[in-house]
T-cell receptor, first 115, second 114 residues
């Protein structure tokens, strides 16, 4: 595997379910990100981890819980979601957080549908 | 407030025609500027970026963009559209060199007509 991978690619869950999204980067990067992409809205940054420490938490509801066990893996734990949480969830990584012109590398996303 | 504006949520061009996708930002200092492309069912892929130096930046797939400080713009162009260019394009800006996140525009969907 190369780049940034995400599993599962598609997920359908009920509002009472608990599920987790997984992201893995094979680039040796030190920063990882979760974004939410909804139709007709800009990408919303949810969480940022730098060297396995959370550095950004942009007013995300507590029903979303991130976990970064090491610099290569990032999880998003989901519980008691709402239908409006249905979206494409994108993971990204970068060599380090912020730092001017440093680009982010994105995974293919997980398409989440909450029934 | 610092923001990124992409004019036109949907742009349609004929195959072989010029592609012009607009991006403006609001900032009093020159930012770091990026264009990403998203093909259906895929993540975002970097097309090009401007950090410092030459204001005309060349990217992949024949795209280029010019940073115009006086106009606070970073428009994306391609001289001749190809069917494979049909995708969603996102302008993104980092407003300082410190630990700040990328701010994305809402995106422009490009359609290419045969």
């Amino acid at each position: 595997e190369t780049g940034v991978t995400q599993t599962p690619r598609h997920l359908v869950m009920g509002m009472t379910n608990k599920k987790s999204l997984k992201c893995e980067q094979h680039l040796g990067h030190n920063a990882m990100y979760w974004y939410k992409q909804s139709a007709k809205k800009p990408l919303e940054l949810m969480f940022v981890y730098s060297l396995e420490e959370r550095v950004e938490n942009n007013s995300v509801p507590s029903r979303f819980s991130p976990e970064c066990p090491n610099s290569s893996h990032l999880f998003l734990h989901l519980h008691t979601l709402q239908p409006e949480d249905s979206a494409l969830y994108l993971c990204a990584s970068s060599p380090k957080y912020g730092a001017g012109g440093v680009e982010q590398f994105f995974g293919p996303g997980t398409r989440l549908t909450v029934l | 407030a610092q923001s990124v504006t992409q004019l036109g949520s949907h742009v349609s061009v004929s195959e072989g025609a010029l592609v012009l996708l607009r991006c403006n930002y609001s900032s009093s200092v020159p930012p770091y500027l990026f264009w990403y492309v998203q093909y259906p069912n895929q993540g975002l892929q970097l097309l090009l970026k401007y950090t410092t130096g030459a204001t005309l930046v060349k990217g992949i797939n024949g795209f280029e963009a010019e940073f115009k400080k006086s106009e606070t713009s970073f428009h994306l162009t391609k001289p001749s559209a190809h069917m494979s260019d049909a995708a969603e394009y996102f302008c993104a800006v980092r407003f300082s060199s410190g630990n700040t996140p990328l701010v994305f525009g809402k995106g422009t969907r490009l359609s290419v007509i045969a």
